[in-house]
């Protein structure tokens, strides 16, 4: 875990204030379920115990159902219809943490701990056990009544272009800075062939692979994803550490080495490539800290996208069925 130094820690207590005007607060369950926390971490680091990969799965977790009726656990929703269907979220991991973790959490303090804030504080901890930073987590999010798999043709694709991705991120208020900061989780995560193997050869129905791949890169993709091969076979986004969340992402990215084309296209677009040469260029000292702190804020400002608090909503039961 990198530790922030207290200078820099200011501006987090700050967006920590803002958030709080939006019905979330720092240690909302102290008194009605002092171990809140504690327990979800707990059930997070077991987990990761036995499968460290599960670290990216519950954060992108989070980042699907922040992106889908805000903040409120509708990502977890099982059914024919439900969210967690849409093509967008096929391949999505961690379900049975949550679950594990509301289960203990119901034995503890029955109808408190909404599933949308486990989801919250289960994504913190996979990035803090994966060497990453850690934040304090506004809480009191309250779990949404609606899951419907036709709203996930919001989220951000694979295929998007900055203009796209800007697009999506903007209408929930998060901006550009915010948009290359959070694609930095892709330094822990994995893809399936299926959503890049478009790159290597016939992008843009050319027949030829993407120009902009690193040549060393696209023979060790073509090696891992053959023409006719599993598209479900599971690739490495950051090549040079991925079970370490640092900044070799960008320097990926600068390189030409970025798996997805949605995370390549950031180094083509002025406005991003700032920041990602701002990222790539450092290393695990001020400027890496730089980063560990963007993500911390970028973090907290998109676990408040469109959150229900006070008496909207529910707290459910199990987090898979409405109450």
């Known amino acids: 875990m990198a530790v922030l130094p207290l200078f820099l820690c200011s501006s987090l207590v700050f967006l920590s204030s803002v958030v709080a005007q939006q019905g979330l607060q720092n240690g909302f369950y102290s008194s009605s379920c ?3 926390e504690a327990t979800v971490k707990s059930t997070v680091q077991a987990h990761f115990n036995r499968d460290p990969t599960l670290a990216a799965g519950l954060l992108r977790l989070h980042f699907h159902d922040c992106f889908v009726q805000g903040c409120d656990g509708s990502v977890l929703i099982t059914g024919a219809s439900a969210e967690r269907n849409a093509l967008p ?7 049975e943490v949550i ?5 203990q959490l119901e034995g503890l303090c029955p109808g408190v701990v909404s599933c949308a804030d486990i989801l919250a504080l289960a994504a913190r901890d996979s990035v803090d056990l994966s060497n990453g930073p850690s934040w304090t987590v506004p809480t009191g999010r309250r779990d949404g009544r609606i ?10 694709s694979p295929a998007d272009s900055v203009a796209v991705q800007r697009q999506k991120f903007a209408a929930k208020g998060l901006d550009d800075k ?12 994995q893809t399936d062939c299926l959503f890049f193997r478009y790159r290597l050869y016939n992008f843009t129905a050319t027949g030829n692979a993407d120009p ?11 090696a891992l994803c053959p023409p006719n091969g599993d598209v479900s076979k599971r690739v490495a986004l950051d090549k040079d550490s991925q079970a370490n969340f640092d900044v070799s992402f960008f320097k990926n990215v600068r390189d030409g080495n970025g798996v ?3 995370d390549q296209r950031l180094w083509g677009d002025a406005a991003t490539r700032t920041y990602v040469q701002n990222y790539a260029g450092s290393i695990r000292g001020l400027l890496g800290l730089r980063f560990d702190l963007n993500f ?12 229900k608090t006070g008496s909207q909503g529910e707290i459910r039961k199990i987090c898979s069925q409405f109450n």
Do not use: C, Y
């Open 34 to 36: 002092p171990k809140a």
């Open 89 to 95: 979220n096929l391949g999505l991991r961690g379900f």
């Open 99 to 103: 679950d594990d973790a509301k289960k």
């Open 147 to 156: 899951s419907s798999s036709s709203e996930a043709s919001n989220l951000p």
């Open 178 to 189: 915010d948009l290359v900061t959070l694609v930095g989780a892709h330094t822990i995560g």
């Open 212 to 222: 902009t791949i690193n040549q060393a890169l696209l023979s060790q993709l073509r």
């Open 260 to 262: 997805l084309e949605s």
């Open 296 to 307: 911390a804020k970028s973090m907290i400002k998109m676990s408040s996208i469109e959150v």
